[in-house]
C-alpha cells in the first residue's frame, strides 16, 4: 500500500484501481482494461484524453515561459488573453477575474472579496452567505463550510461560525416535496423559507446566495421550473448578490455555455469556474466577479499597499494557455451545440431507465445526469447508507464504465462533452447489466 493519504476516500479500503492512460472517452488500468470515463474524471475532462493540440500546447508554453507570478502586477500576455476571452464569455456584468488553481480556492477567494467589498463600501455587517443543503462547494476551510455535505464537516470541525453561513433548502423535489405537495408548491415553500431567513437574520447581514445552477456532487439536482425566477425575485428585493458556482455546469456541460443560460439565471455577480475551464488538463481556476465590486476595492488595497490575496500560482502560464485553447477548440469545433445535441440523447436514453424496478429518479439536463436507486419504487423509499450505490459502482466498473455513486445510492453520469452517440449506447448498455448485477445484490 502506498503511502498516500487519498483524497475523498474511506481510509481503511484504499487504492481500488490504477488508472494508467487515457485517450479520447476513455481510461485504461495497467493490466490494459478499457473503461468509459462516464464522469469525464471528477466532471472535467471535457476535451477527452491525449488531446494532441492541448498536449503540444502545454509543451510549447513551458518551452517559452514554465511559469511566471502575477504579484505586484507583472504580468504575461497568455494570461491576460484568458482574462479578455472569459470575461467576454460570462453573463457577468463588466466582470473581472482573479485567478486560482481549484474550485475551492476559488470559492475561497470569493468569500474573501465579498469581504473586501462590502468593508470597501461601508457594510462591513453584510458578510453572511446563504448556501444550500446538500450542496458542494469545495473542502478547503471557507469552501468547505458552504458545503452542505456531512461528510466535508464531520471531525472537521466545521463549518465555523465566523464565517457566517447560513442553510437553505436544497431545491430537490423529489426528496424534499411534503405528501401531495406539487412541484409549484414545493418551489412556493422553499423560496419562502428562504425568504423568511432573510427576513429573520436581517437582509443587511447577508451579503450574497451560492448555488450550482444544477448540482453535481449531491446527486446532480435539477430545481424544478420557476425555482430560479422566484430565488432571483427575493434576492433582488433584499439586495443580496446571486453567486453562480459553476465549477462543474460552466462550459457546455449543461447543454449551454453555462448552468445559468439553461436554468435562466441572470447576470450573478459572482461566478465560479474551474475544471472544464482547461479540460483539467492543468489545475487552474477563476472567481469571476462585478467590475463594480472590483472597482470598489481599489481604494482600500491602495490604503493597504496591496490587495492582499494571491497564491504562487495564479494565472500560471502553462495553465493560462492551456485554458485559452480549450475555449478556442469549444468555439472552434462547436463542442457546445455537439453536447447539446448528444446530451439530449443522453437524457432520453437515461430517462429509460425510469422503468426499472430499482431506479425511483432519473434527472439531469444536457449532459450531466443520474439514476436514483431506492428500495420500494411505489414510495420512492431510499436504502439506508450508501452500499447500495457503491456496489453499483463497482458493477459498472466490472462492465468497463467509469462513475461514481452521489448522494448515497443515485449514480453520476458527466461524460466528456465529445462522446458520440455510439458512446452514450455503450454507456447506457453497461448501466443496465450494472443495475441488473445491483438487484440481483439487493433481493
Ligand atoms: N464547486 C463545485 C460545484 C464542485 O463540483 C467542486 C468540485 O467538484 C468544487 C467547487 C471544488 O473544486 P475543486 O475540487 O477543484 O477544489
Not at 432519473?362 to 420512492?380: F, H, L, P, Q, Y
Request: net charge negative; aromatic share 10%; with cysteine.
Amino acid at each position: 500500500m502506498s503511502n498516500i493519504i487519498y483524497p475523498t476516500t474511506n481510509l481503511k479500503a484504499t487504492e481500488t484501481l490504477t488508472i494508467e492512460r487515457g485517450d479520447g472517452a476513455y481510461v485504461y488500468d495497467n493490466e490494459g482494461n478499457q473503461y468509459l470515463e462516464g464522469l469525464a474524471g471528477l466532471w472535467c475532462t471535457s476535451l477527452g484524453y491525449n488531446n494532441r493540440e492541448l498536449i503540444d500546447t502545454a509543451a510549447e508554453q513551458m518551452g517559452k515561459l514554465s511559469y511566471s507570478h502575477m504579484f505586484g502586477g507583472k504580468t504575461h500576455q497568455v494570461g491576460m488573453d484568458l482574462a479578455d476571452k472569459l470575461t467576454a464569455m460570462v453573463p457577468v456584468e463588466n466582470a473581472k477575474v482573479f485567478f486560482g488553481n481549484s474550485g475551492s480556492d476559488a470559492n475561497d477567494s470569493h468569500v474573501k472579496m465579498l469581504r473586501y467589498y462590502f468593508n470597501a463600501i461601508g457594510k462591513p455587517e453584510k458578510f453572511k452567505i446563504i448556501a444550500r443543503e446538500r450542496s458542494y462547494h469545495g473542502v478547503t476551510v471557507a469552501s468547505a463550510c458552504l458545503t452542505g455535505l456531512p461528510p466535508n464537516h464531520t471531525n472537521f470541525d466545521l463549518p465555523f461560525d465566523a464565517l457566517g453561513i447560513l442553510r437553505t433548502d436544497a431545491p430537490h423535489y423529489f426528496r424534499g416535496a411534503l405528501p401531495g405537495e406539487s412541484e409549484a408548491q414545493f418551489v412556493d415553500r422553499i423560496v419562502n423559507n428562504l425568504e423568511q431567513l432573510i427576513l429573520k437574520e436581517g437582509a443587511d447581514t447577508i451579503a450574497a446566495f451560492i448555488a450550482e445552477p444544477i448540482t453535481g456532487a449531491s446527486g446532480v439536482i435539477v430545481p424544478p421550473a420557476g425555482y430560479y425566477e422566484k430565488v432571483q425575485a427575493v434576492l433582488n428585493k433584499y439586495d443580496i448578490l446571486f453567486w453562480a458556482d459553476e465549477v462543474i455546469t460552466g462550459f457546455g456541460r449543461t447543454g449551454n455555455d453555462f448552468g445559468c443560460t439553461t436554468m435562466g439565471i441572470e447576470k450573478p455577480a459572482m461566478m465560479t469556474l474551474a475544471k472544464q475551464l482547461s479540460s483539467a488538463y492543468m489545475p487552474i481556476s477563476a472567481a469571476v466577479i462585478r467590475g463594480d465590486m472590483y472597482e470598489a476595492m481599489i481604494e482600500p488595497s491602495t490604503k493597504v499597499g496591496v490587495f492582499g490575496h494571491g497564491y504562487t500560482y495564479s494565472g500560471h502560464p502553462v495553465a493560462a494557455a492551456v485554458s485559452l485553447k480549450t475555449l478556442e477548440i469549444y468555439e472552434r469545433d462547436n463542442i457546445f451545440g455537439h453536447a447539446a445535441k448528444v446530451g439530449e440523447y443522453m437524457q432520453k436514453r437515461l430517462g429509460e431507465f425510469r422503468d426499472h424496478p430499482l431506479v425511483g429518479e432519473v434527472r439531469g439536463a444536457g449532459m450531466i445526469g443520474a439514476v436514483e436507486m431506492v428500495s420500494d419504487k411505489n414510495t420512492g423509499a431510499g436504502f439506508d447508507g450508501g452500499a447500495v450505490g457503491t456496489f453499483a459502482m463497482q458493477a459498472c466498473q466490472n462492465h468497463g464504465m467509469i462513475t461514481r455513486a452521489v448522494a448515497g445510492n443515485s449514480l453520476a453520469f458527466c461524460p466528456p462533452l465529445i462522446v458520440t452517440e455510439a458512446q452514450i449506447d455503450e454507456m447506457v448498455e453497461k448501466l443496465a447489466k450494472a443495475l441488473d448485477d445491483t438487484l440481483d445484490f439487493v433481493t
